[in-house]
């Protein structure tokens, strides 16, 4: 079955602008995850979605946000965005989330903040 | 702060030497998994492992769950070029919902 899609795959924003981006999880899967990755801070939980509540949410300010369908497709936003904003965005999906889940991860999407 | 260290945080080997990654926590974990990533792409799951002690095999690679589920190891023998990647451990608590800690990643690269 196909796997986790995320688009788009690059993007490039000016600071102070917002931006979207786009999972598709695996077709079945419920429970959708983001994380953002940096050289330095490494990979780091933003929020999960499920049945298109919010469940678990992780310490970044609320510029970030997300949402959840019906259909289990999940978008997040960054609102006002920052230079350190730049990082490679990471959406993982899975059953139901419950642990221990095994969590399947899209290609991401690559920010560039100028 | 970073719940779960890796070490080493780099490892340059020759093809066909033996390797093992740890992965330590001060917090016990109910379960941990192990993930590779490539540049350009998610990471990939390699292995799920649950119980303290629990060793689980898949072809050239061992991982252990360490007795305490503080901690795990990565042991990779005879490595090859294709076992390039970062190696990250991941850990989740008990309680439900899963919020998976990730470690610090170990960039492993093997030279043919």
């Known amino acids: 079955k196909a796997g986790v899609t995320q688009t788009p795959r690059y993007l490039i924003k000016t600071r102070g602008q917002q931006v979207t981006l786009s999972c598709s999880p695996i077709s079945g899967h419920r429970s959708v995850s983001w994380y953002q990755q940096t050289p330095g801070q490494g990979l780091q939980f933003l929020f999960e979605y499920f049945s298109e509540t919010q469940r678990n949410k992780g310490n970044f300010p609320g510029r970030f946000s997300g949402r959840q369908f019906s259909n289990s497709r999940s978008e997040m936003n960054v609102s006002t965005l920052e230079l350190g904003d730049s990082a490679l965005y990471l959406c993982?999906?899975?059953?139901?989330?419950?642990?221990?889940?095994?969590?399947?991860f899209g290609p991401g999407t690559r920010l560039t903040v100028t | 702060t970073q719940l779960l260290e890796q070490s080493p945080q780099f490892l340059s080997i020759q093809e066909g030497e033996n390797l093992t990654v740890y992965c330590n926590s001060s917090?016990?974990?109910?379960?941990l998994q192990w993930y590779r990533q490539e540049p350009g792409e998610g990471p990939v799951l390699l292995v799920t492992v649950v119980t303290g002690g629990e060793v689980k095999k898949l072809k050239r690679l061992t991982f252990q769950f360490g007795d305490a589920r503080k901690d795990s190891s990565l042991h990779i023998t005879a490595a090859q070029p294709g076992d390039t990647g970062l190696y990250l451990c991941a850990g989740a608590r008990s309680g439900g919902y899963q919020k998976v800690t990730f470690g610090t990643g170990t960039k492993l690269q093997v030279i043919p």
């Open positions: 917090s016990v974990f109910s379960s």
């Open positions: 993982a999906s899975s059953l139901d989330g419950t642990e221990p889940d095994e969590q399947y």
